[in-house]
């Protein structure tokens, strides 16, 4: 476990919890930002990281802070390792952070019940529990935009629409190559429902992280087994290995969809015969937006960014982005909310939940057509947006369709029965006895 300090310099992050000058202390709101690096999930971690970071640090030269008071931002390295992300958030919590950022489905998982004892919110960016969107249950939990679950029922609608309709599912053959790990585990529910539902086979294809750079087994069996389509959840070296085994094998492209974390180099990495490659996405790519510009301006041309310039504005960068875009918001909602400038967990946790993110709020945060419009409430901390398909043309990303609306009707009652069965199963899980300051 090792820290980073960020933002408004290392003499005085490193205050953040100490004895000494409590007075400084008071006038920082204190970040967490759990990243890795470092090791085989390197290529995903580090672009989300470089966004993560500078979008906050800009808000600190930019506007000093938020409502008046400075970010301390702090990067704990985790390795995408389940045993030190819980590491770091007990070397955190001491701290009075406002939030969490796990950046780990396996890290979120064990910290969900810590939360509502700890008064800190999580906040699990489109992973994590699919079911913890439900607030009226997981109160200190939020996971938006969309859950896993809304993404893999969006995957098999994309296909359905490819095959003429959800009826021409039937008898249809879906691999799924996931990470065999809780994220890849997470929608499996939902998919084999969707099997049911819709009459086609569902084939397994797991990949052990000890073996993400070496998947000639998988894809031998993906050459034996001709699934018709092939959905992805991968991460890391997993996703860049994937795309160059599909190419190798001669598997088509246009029929490899990926939930929305591949990125620019894992695309890249597999040639010309990459083109093709489709995954889902919420939000825009690029710097043509006024609050990148800023982040260059103030943060990148500086030198006071770990990402080079070209890399500004690539899929996963701008992911970090928007995370902390959420962050902020969440923030100054809490300031707004409860009149304080310095505010704490318990505080942000209602910011966060009075999210209302509309066309006019990211114009004037700089975002306009950066990402749909998205309100959170005291009973959906997710939106449940829709998302579109986006397909590699051998150098970026390219937008093919409209926004895909979830399967709200199948992906709803999987997921209120998996949040009712979480509480059922943890003894003694509390009742939501939170206020709501808004209409649900």
């Keep these: 476990m090792s820290f980073r300090k960020l933002g408004i310099g290392a003499a005085v992050a490193a205050l ?30 580090i672009p989300i990281a470089n966004g993560l970071s500078d979008y906050l640090a800009m808000l600190n030269e930019r506007d000093g802070g938020i409502g008046g008071v400075k970010l301390a931002i702090e990067e704990c390295e985790t390795g995408y390792d389940t045993k030190k992300g819980v590491e770091c958030y007990e070397a955190v919590k001491g701290k009075n952070p406002v939030m969490v950022n796990p950046w780990s489905t396996g890290i979120t998982l064990p910290l969900i019940p810590r939360a509502a004892v700890d008064k800190i919110p999580i906040l699990s960016m489109a992973y994590g529990l699919s079911a913890s969107a439900r607030g009226d249950i997981f109160p200190w939990v939020f996971n938006p935009p969309n859950t896993y679950w809304d993404g893999a029922s969006m995957i098999i609608k994309y296909i359905a629409d490819q095959e003429g309709g959800l009826d021409k599912l039937k008898g249809k053959k879906i691999g799924y190559i996931h990470l065999d790990a809780s994220f890849g585990k997470e929608p499996i529910p939902l998919l084999e429902q969707l099997s049911k539902d819709f009459g086609f086979e569902l084939k397994m294809y797991p990949v052990g992280a000890q073996d993400m750079q070496n998947q000639s087994s998988q894809w031998l069996s993906v050459r034996r087994d001709r ?88 899929v996963l960068y701008n992911r970090g982005v928007y995370n902390s875009m959420l962050i902020a918001e969440g923030i100054r909602n809490a300031q707004k909310l409860t009149g304080k400038k310095v505010v704490t967990g318990e505080d942000v946790r209602r910011g966060l939940e009075s999210i209302n993110l509309d066309a006019a709020r990211l114009k004037e945060l700089g975002f306009e057509g950066f990402a749909s419009p998205i309100a959170l409430s005291c009973t959906d901390h997710n939106g449940h947006r829709a998302a579109f398909m986006q397909e590699w043309d051998g150098a970026k990303w390219v937008k093919i369709t409209e926004p895909i609306e979830p399967m709200t009707d199948h992906v709803r009652a999987q997921l209120d029965a998996a949040a009712k069965d979480y509480a059922e199963k943890n003894t003694g899980w509390p009742k939501r006895t939170e206020a709501c300051d808004k209409a649900s």
Excluded at 17 to 44: D, H, K, M, N, W
């Design 16 to 45: 953040i919890g100490a004895t000494a000058l409590p007075a400084l202390a008071q006038e920082t709101i204190y970040v967490p930002l759990f990243t890795y690096r470092t090791g085989p999930f390197a290529g995903s971690g």
């Design 227 to 314: 699934p018709d389509y092939m959905i992805m959840y991968g991460w890391g070296a997993l996703n860049s290995t994937a795309i160059k085994e599909a190419v190798r094998i001669g598997y088509p492209m246009k029929k490899f969809i990926s939930i929305w974390w591949p990125s620019e180099d894992d695309a890249r990495g597999a040639g010309d015969g990459a083109k093709g490659f489709k995954t889902l996405n919420w939000h825009a790519t690029g710097t043509d937006f006024p609050a990148i510009q800023d982040i260059i301006k103030h943060v990148v041309d500086k030198g006071h960014s770990k990402v080079s310039k070209d890399k500004v504005g690539e």
